[in-house]
């Protein structure tokens, strides 16, 4: 029989029907990880006499067997969807910090989008386009400082949010289904397109059904990914608003975008305001409010945690040629991209270089400028 390492049997506890988080936090507490290969193929007795109760002992019997678990590992590697487990050093360590963190993630694109600094945009599916056009400039201009922007792949205020995001940076979407099992099915390309540059991400195994219980379980990772979560609009009750609480809960930042008083799908983030979330309305609003933690936020380079702002810093030839640019004159992105022939990827990187050594500050309008002026 092969021996199976402790990511793949965690695979494998979770791609068996009825065992959920709580059991698997039972596996590791009664029996330990480290140990849980030597459990394959055990019967019913082995696991309540150690501690199961006996519906759960029958599950994990029929379920956690040599055979099952190539067959799951199987199905996984065949579908294209690759997966980190809690164990992982890939693991995200915001997430990791959260209640109830997955024990499996399953993704379609670049892992590497987990450790940049993450903030949520989320709201209502039925928006308006006020909402549409504020989640969509939220998440471009975010993606644009570098930010990964993280939804939930849902119609209105996500979805735009994503599109937004994809036209200067990455984003993550986190499925309420399968990685297989795209919904609304509609985001299908959306997804696709995700996948390339950023990463599609799920809880639920190859081959779950889509059911409505599974959509407030992710917005525990949407929150817990993040650095702060915005609500763009949102009536009273509804999923934002449980992705907002459940970020206070982590004591994760949380920000709401005003909206007119008499419009319904404005009293959730009227509410949280007057709670004492952050009134924003562009990026630098919530760059600004977030920018002490990035001192601590993973680096989308390297895992290493950003530098704190030093206006000292050695600049290379590129970053000191934007610097003079900016310096002599207040330019916006466009005119940059003109005037130092660069390539849009290796500006942005300057730029938020720069911003993050509190060199240069964007300013209303797209505009930047010496911080000192």
């Known amino acids: 029989m092969r021996v199976w390492n402790v990511n793949q049997c965690l695979v494998g506890l979770h791609h068996i029907q009825g065992i959920g988080w709580h059991t698997i936090q ?18 019913a007795a082995d696991w309540q006499s150690a501690g199961f109760k006996p519906s759960v002992a029958e599950r994990l019997a029929g379920g956690f067997t040599d055979e099952r678990l190539n067959i799951f590992l199987e199905k996984t590697y065949n579908s294209g969807v690759d997966w980190i ?74 979805a735009a949010a994503h599109e937004g995001a994809l036209t200067s940076g990455s984003t993550i979407a986190v499925l309420g289904s399968s990685c297989q099992n795209i919904y609304p099915q509609e985001h299908h390309q959306l997804a696709q397109r995700i996948a390339q540059s950023g990463l599609v991400l799920s809880e639920s195994p190859i081959g779950t059904a889509s059911h409505p219980g599974l959509f407030p379980r992710r917005n525990r990772i949407i929150a817990g990914l993040s650095l702060g979560t915005v609500v763009v609009e949102s009536q009273a009750r509804g999923g934002a608003m449980i992705t907002a609480s459940l970020a206070l809960e982590m004591s994760r930042e949380v920000f709401a975008v005003p909206g007119p008083v008499t419009s319904p799908k404005s009293e959730g983030t009227l509410q949280l305001i007057r709670e004492g979330a952050a009134a924003v309305g562009t990026s630098a609003h919530i760059m600004k409010e977030i920018r002490g933690q990035l001192t601590t936020a993973p680096h989308r380079d390297n895992n290493e945690t950003v530098m704190d702002h030093d206006e000292h810093v050695e600049l290379n030839d590129q970053e000191q040629m934007i610097l003079d640019v900016i310096e002599a004159q207040e330019s916006t992105f466009d005119e940059l991209l003109m005037k130092s022939g660069l390539t849009f990827a290796q500006l942005h990187h300057i730029l938020l270089s720069l911003q993050l050594h509190n060199r240069i500050q964007e300013r209303p309008g797209g505009v930047y400028g010496s911080i000192w002026t």
């Open 85 to 158: 487990t809690l164990m992982d050093e890939a693991y995200p360590e915001y997430l990791k910090e959260s209640p109830e963190p997955p024990w499996v993630l399953y993704g379609m694109g670049a892992w590497e989008a987990l450790h940049l600094p993450c903030i949520a945009i989320v709201g209502t599916r039925h928006c308006t386009g006020y909402g549409r056009k504020v989640a969509y400039q939220l998440g471009r201009d975010l993606a644009l400082e570098g930010v990964g922007v993280v939804s939930g792949l849902a119609r209105g205020i996500d």
């Open 26 to 43: 039972l596996c590791s507490t009664l029996i330990g990880l480290s140990n849980i290969h030597e459990w394959l193929n055990r019967s």
